[in-house]
C-alpha cells in the first residue's frame, strides 16, 4: 500500500541528541546540505504506481529508498555497503531524517524498488523530474550546453571471439540440464565434455594459444549448428538461452549448401561433417551478441564492447556550476551522430532547449546541424572532412550570404538587408528551398551583378535556390577560417572533466549491473547522483566552510 512519508520532524532523531558543539558541526556537513536541500525534490507521488492500491503493508518511505539509491550512487557503495551505512552512520540518519532504529533497508526492497523504476520507466522519471527541480534551485541557465558521450562496459566479461562461441554453448547447456533434463541426455557427450564440467562450470577449451584458436573456433561453429540443429523445434527452443545460441550461429557462421568436415586432428573428428561455414571477423556486423550474460551490448571498432552514454551539461559561463540536463545510452555499433536531434527533442519537452549546443565533429553534421535550427538551436560543432579553399570576399556572393531560418519561420535576409517575399521548400527534399525576392529591389540592389538568384520564369521575381545543408557547411567552415569558432568551441572541453567525474567518482564506467534495462536505470541514478552532489557542493559553499564534503 503507498503511503507518503510524514513531513513531521521526529523528535527523537539520533541529531537532536548531539552535545551542541558536534550539532553544529554537523550542520556543515553534506548530510545536513542533502536533507535541506535534496529530499525535498523527490517526489514520492509519482512512484505511487509501484504498489498496490490501498491493500497491504504499508510502503517504506520512497524518499528513504530512492535517498538510499541516490547516496549509493553518490559515494559509488555496493548494495551491502550502502545499506551498512544506513545502519550505523550518523550522517546518512541526518541526511535521511531517520531514527536509529528506522535506518534500515533489506536488499529485497532496494531490488523490488528498481524492477518498478524499469517496469514504469520511473528510473528516467526520477532524473529528468529532479534535475528540472535542481536547475530552478540554483538558477541554472541552459542557453548554452554542451554534449559528448563516454564509452561504458557493463558487469560482463570482454570474450574473444573463442570465449563467445564457448561460454554461449555452455550458457545453453546448463540452462538445457536444468530445463530439460530429459532433452539434455540427448546432446552429443563430446561437445558436453568440450564446454561442461560436472558442477556446470567452463571447461579450459576457450583458453587456447593463438596459435590453436583458429582451429578450435571452427570446431566451436560446428558445435553450435549441430545443437543449434538437434534442438530445433524442441521444447528447448523456447529457452533466452537457445535464442542466443540461434543468435550467435546466425551472426557468426553462414549456413552453406556442402558440409564442412572435420580433420582427423580436430577435437570434433568422427563427430560428422555439418553445413556451416565460420565467417571472417570483418564480416560481423557491430551489433552482433558480445555476451550470453548482456546480449544488449554491442560492440565498437574504436571503443571496444559495451554501450555509449549521451551526457548533455549546461555550460553557460554565468553559472556558478553546471549541471547535467540529460542522459541517454546507445548503441556502440552506432555513430554519435543519430543521437544529436532525439536529445535536443527530448530538451524540448522539458522546456531545456539550448540557443547553442556545442559537441564534437561526430555529432555536427549538415543535417543535424540543420534539424537542430530548426527547433530553435545552433549546433556548434567542427566541420568533418577537407575544407575547401576560401573564396576571396570579391567574389560572387553564395546562398551562404543571406540569413535564412531553417524553420522559415521568418523571411530570409539579404546580405543588403532586404526581406524575402516567399519561401518554398522541396517536398521531397526538405532541406532544398526556393527562396522568392521582389524584382524591382533585387535589381536597384548595389550587389545585383554578385548575386545567384535568377529571374523566375514569369519575369516578376528573383528566385535564390539553396541547400540548407551545404550553406550550413560553409558557414562553419568560414567561421573557421576567420577564427570566430575557436573561442566559442573550447567550452566543450569540460564535459571531458564531466565523464571523467561520473567514471571515476561514481563507477559510470563499469557500472555493476548487465543488460540494457538496467544499464539505463544505473545511468540516470548515477546522473542524478551527480546532480545532487554539485547542489549539495553548492549550497556548502554559499554558506559556512564545509567539514565534510559530498562524494
Known amino acids: 500500500m503507498f503511503r507518503k512519508r510524514d513531513p513531521q520532524v521526529d523528535l527523537f532523531e539520533s541529531s537532536n541528541f548531539l552535545p551542541p558543539e558536534k550539532a553544529a558541526r554537523l550542520h556543515k556537513t553534506w548530510a545536513d546540505a542533502f536533507r535541506r536541500m535534496a529530499l525535498p525534490l523527490i517526489d514520492e ?56 532504529e528506522d535506518a534500515h533497508l533489506c536488499q529485497k526492497t532496494l531490488h523490488n524498488f528498481r524492477a518498478g523504476l524499469m517496469q514504469h520507466d520511473l528510473g528516467r522519471l526520477a532524473f529528468e523530474e529532479t534535475t528540472d527541480r ?47 533434463p530429459r532433452l539434455f541426455g540427448r546432446a552429443p557427450l563430446g561437445i558436453c565434455r568440450r564446454y561442461l564440467k560436472e558442477d556446470g562450470t567452463e571447461t579450459s577449451y576457450g583458453d587456447a594459444r593463438s596459435s590453436e584458436g583458429r582451429r578450435r573456433l571452427s570446431v566451436c561453429a560446428r558445435d553450435a549448428y549441430r545443437l543449434w540443429d538437434l534442438f530445433r523445434g524442441t521444447a528447448a527452443a523456447g529457452l533466452e538461452e537457445y535464442d542466443l545460441l540461434n543468435r550467435l550461429v546466425t551472426e557468426q557462421c553462414e549456413v552453406v549448401s556442402s558440409k564442412d568436415c572435420p580433420d582427423d586432428d580436430d577435437d570434433d573428428a568422427g563427430e560428422g561433417g555439418v553445413p556451416v561455414r565460420l565467417k571472417a571477423a570483418k564480416e560481423v556486423k557491430g551489433d552482433s551478441l558480445q555476451s550470453p550474460h548482456d546480449p544488449d551490448a554491442t560492440y565498437s571498432g574504436h571503443k571496444g564492447k559495451g554501450y555509449e552514454v549521451q551526457v548533455v551539461e549546461s555550460c553557460d559561463p554565468s553559472n556558478a556550476v553546471e549541471i547535467i ?33 556545442v559537441a564534437d565533429t561526430s555529432y555536427g553534421s549538415a543535417e543535424n546541424a540543420v534539424d537542430a535550427a530548426c527547433l530553435g538551436t545552433e549546433l556548434v560543432s567542427p566541420v568533418g572532412g577537407k575544407a575547401e579553399p576560401e573564396a576571396p570576399e570579391e567574389e560572387a556572393l553564395t546562398a551562404a550570404d543571406f540569413d535564412i531560418d531553417p524553420g522559415y519561420g521568418r523571411p530570409t535576409v539579404s546580405p543588403e538587408g532586404h526581406e524575402s517575399i516567399g519561401e518554398e521548400a522541396d517536398s521531397a527534399a526538405p532541406h532544398r528551398v526556393e527562396i522568392a525576392f521582389a524584382r524591382g529591389v533585387c535589381e536597384a540592389c548595389p550587389r545585383f551583378g554578385q548575386c545567384p538568384a535568377l529571374l523566375s520564369r514569369d519575369g516578376e521575381r528573383y528566385i535564390l535556390k539553396a541547400d540548407l545543408r551545404r ?81
Not at 60 to 79: C, I, R, S, Y
Not at 330 to 351: F, K, W, Y
Open 45 to 100: 507521488g509519482r512512484f505511487a504506481a509501484l504498489y498496490s492500491d490501498g491493500t497491504g503493508r504499508p510502503n517504506k518511505a520512497v524518499e528513504v529508498v530512492l535517498g538510499v539509491l541516490v547516496l549509493k550512487e553518490m559515494f559509488d557503495l555496493t548494495d551491502n555497503e550502502a545499506l551498512e551505512q544506513l545502519e550505523f552512520n550518523l550522517l546518512w540518519h541526518h541526511a535521511l531524517r531517520l531514527k536509529p
Open 134 to 180: 535542481i536547475l530552478r534551485a540554483l538558477q541554472i541557465n541552459v542557453s548554452k550546453q554542451r554534449l559528448d558521450s563516454t564509452h561504458i562496459i557493463s558487469n560482463m566479461a570482454t570474450l574473444t571471439r573463442l570465449g563467445l562461441f564457448c561460454e554461449t554453448i555452455r550458457v545453453f547447456l546448463t540452462s538445457l540440464r536444468s530445463a530439460h
Open 325 to 357: 540536463t540529460d542522459v541517454a545510452v546507445t548503441d556502440s555499433c552506432d555513430g554519435d551522430a543519430g543521437a544529436t536531434i532525439p536529445l535536443l527533442e527530448g530538451l524540448v519537452e522539458r522546456g531545456l532547449l539550448p540557443k547553442e549546443l
Open 471 to 551: 550553406l550550413n557547411i560553409e558557414r562553419r567552415r568560414r567561421a573557421e577560417a576567420r577564427g570566430d569558432f575557436a573561442p566559442r568551441y573550447s567550452i566543450r572541453a569540460g564535459i571531458e572533466a564531466t565523464n571523467s567525474e561520473l567514471k571515476r567518482a561514481h563507477g559510470l564506467g563499469r557500472p555493476r549491473v548487465r543488460g540494457r534495462p538496467r544499464v539505463e536505470l544505473a545511468v540516470y541514478i548515477k546522473a542524478l547522483a551527480c546532480n545532487i552532489k554539485r547542489l549539495v557542493r553548492a549550497t556548502l559553499a554559499a554558506n559556512a566552510e564545509p567539514v565534510a564534503a559530498a562524494g
